[in-house]
């Protein structure tokens, strides 16, 4: 019986080979966050925000990059920490339409009994979607980042010194984004997995870091110094623009943060660890189901 | 082999509910019917298992592993298909069980190998390529099935698989599963309330009430000592019984019709022959096998 097109039902096998441990899960949890962030192996639907959001992220390094270059250096629009700064609107888009994507959607569609019948834990499954966002975020801003180098370092008049130069601008604003990218999936992770309904976590988590920007109007006029110095850590964007403060020196908004630097760097820090913290309570009770 | 065992297993959850109380039970290789009405202690039991939640007292040993401390060791071995719906509308069923199998610890090529392979046991072929969301329920159910199924266990814990499936559907399930237990070598746990339908595919059963063990064997032990000879007569209904009575049979009396137990291989002859001396027309006599249900009909009222 070797007639071709006849199927033999060759009956069920058993599984010898390997069974990897809790690293690899993780990794597979990882890479298929990071896929779903920017809608791979989804519908053409998934992809089209956060592509959008990426799209114009990128033609706006590269018309910056275009006009330095033009111009030889002599009219920058962003360096690389204000480019940061300037994109903030579409980080938190993007982060509002991403975070529900990686924890909400697996809470509406139940598939958490699934993953945690395995031998994964909360931490595994937090963990991973934690690293998954904050990498999209970083690529977000660290891509067209380095495409701002890339022009930097192509039109450099002194060889190979200006394109290091230029790579010791760019290494800090990578770190800066890297802060960013890391605030700001922590925030919206936490905020994404208090509900299943996508719309409801995406407002929440545009809200939250819209509404935190008044209050820092307000207290910024107050007739009090220390209040103007401290306005900044009334919301997360003006938060980092202080650490940026701190760590820097300066920086290119009009935010003086006076001699409290250090408190917006232990601020951004306990942020992200209560973040992450509430988030990993959050997911052992619903690991235990 | 015994693949489950319990010793006075209690689950109190906070607020003094009591899932489980005093559950001690030894199971045995092979496809097992774990049945009781809703809230019974079925699903805590099966979650117990997979050491998604931590027993208040007593213990439990699957494959001689605890789930408490050996959590990894156990999942690793075991399949779980939830009751609710699980499965996320947007991705393919392809897709979404390579997804489980690498979650369960398989390498990428293995676990889209197996997924494939997974999925064509359950009957889904071409269909696997289409997303989830414009499945059936029927071809929902054999997914959750596959992605039990994907990384090779040694247990399979269903919980109600025959779920919103119509009566079609459910034997297909039913057969599916059957040939799991015993074609494929892996046990089974199928949790239902439906007693009817999970008697005709297991070897064993266990019915708990109210978190309480009430009752655990194989069926044929719980069916073997309960075959009934039906004898009806058109007239002297009265007088047969009293004859049969005074040959010491066990007679009881069920509308029109005598029940009398089968319990030895003269029973049969000796009421032929009583219906006989008596000169009765005999409408009919036949041997009725007891179905398991009946066996709990006085404690539950199962709606089998």
């Known amino acids: 019986m070797s007639d071709a097109g006849v199927i033999h039902d060759i009956g069920y096998q058993r599984y010898e080979g390997p069974r990897l441990g809790r690293p690899a899960v993780f990794g597979a949890i990882y890479q298929h966050g990071l896929r779903a962030a920017f809608g791979l192996g989804r519908s053409a639907k998934a992809k089209i925000f956060p592509w959008l959001v990426a799209g114009i992220v990128l033609l706006t390094a590269v018309i910056n990059g275009a006009v330095k270059a033009q111009t030889n250096g002599q009219i920058v629009l962003f360096d690389y920490f204000s480019f940061d700064d300037t994109m903030s609107w579409l980080v938190i888009f993007f982060v509002a339409i991403v975070a529900p994507e990686l924890v909400s959607r697996d809470m509406r569609s139940g598939v958490l009994p699934l993953y945690f019948s395995r031998p994964l834990r909360a931490f595994d499954y937090i963990g991973a979607k934690f690293v998954a966002l904050a990498t999209a975020v970083f690529l977000l801003l660290g891509v067209p980042q380095f495409i701002m180098f890339l022009f930097g370092a192509f039109t450099t008049d002194d060889g190979a010194k200006g394109v290091w130069n230029e790579f010791l601008d760019l290494a800090p604003g990578w770190g800066y984004t890297l802060i960013w990218a890391v605030l700001f999936a922590s925030i919206s992770l936490l905020i994404a997995s208090f509900t299943g309904k996508r719309a409801f976590a995406a407002g929440g988590i545009v809200a939250f870091f819209l509404m935190t920007a008044p209050v820092v109007g307000v207290l910024s006029i107050l007739p009090s110094t220390t209040a103007n110095h401290l306005a900044g850590l009334a919301s997360p964007m003006s938060l980092l623009v202080g650490v940026q403060s701190w760590l820097r020196g300066r920086n290119d908004l009009d935010l003086n943060i006076g001699d409290f630097g250090v408190v917006y760097g232990i601020e951004a820090f306990c942020l992200v660890a209560a973040a992450l913290l509430l988030l990993l309570a959050r997911y052992r009770k619903v690991a235990s189901l | ?304």
Not at chain 2, 48 to 55: D, K, Y
Request: aromatic share 4%; net charge negative.
């Open chain 2, 1 to 304: 082999m015994t693949i489950i065992a319990t010793q006075s297993l209690t689950k109190t959850y906070g607020g003094g509910v009591t899932a489980l109380s005093e559950l001690t039970v030894g199971v045995e290789a092979g496809v097992i019917g774990l049945v009781g009405a809703n809230g019974a202690g079925k699903s805590t039991f099966i979650k117990i298992m997979l050491g998604l939640t931590a027993p208040t007292s007593g213990d439990v040993r699957v494959f001689g592993l605890d789930p408490v401390t050996e959590t990894d060791q156990v999942r690793a071995r075991v399949g779980y298909m939830p009751e609710n719906d699980c499965l996320p509308p947007d991705v393919s069923a392809a897709e979404f069980v390579t997804h489980l199998g690498r979650l369960s610890g398989l390498p990428k090529t293995a676990a889209r190998e197996r997924a494939s392979e997974a999925l064509r046991h359950v009957g889904l072929y071409e269909e696997r390529y289409r997303q989830i969301g414009g499945y059936s329920t029927g071809m929902k159910q054999r997914v959750k099935l596959a992605q039990a199924l994907v990384h090779d266990p040694d247990l399979l814990l269903l919980d109600e698989p025959t779920n919103g499936l119509d009566p079609a559907g459910r034997d297909a399930m039913l057969t599916l599963v059957h040939r799991i237990g015993n074609e494929f070598g892996i046990s089974v746990v199928v949790c239902s309330h439906l007693l009817g339908e999970v008697e005709r595919i297991c070897d064993s059963l266990i019915a708990i009430e109210g978190g309480r063990l009430l009752r655990a064997d194989r069926i044929s032990a719980m069916t073997a000592a309960s075959d009934v000879l039906a004898v009806e007569v058109s007239e002297g209904t009265e007088e047969l019984f009293d004859k049969l009575d005074g040959l010491g049979l066990q007679v009881s009396r069920e509308g029109r019709l005598l029940l009398v137990p089968l319990t030895s291989e003269e029973a049969y002859d000796s009421i032929l022959r009583a219906v006989a001396e008596l000169d009765l027309p005999l409408h009919r006599i036949d041997q009725r096998r007891h179905r398991v249900a009946e066996l709990f009909t006085s404690k539950e009222t199962a709606d089998v």
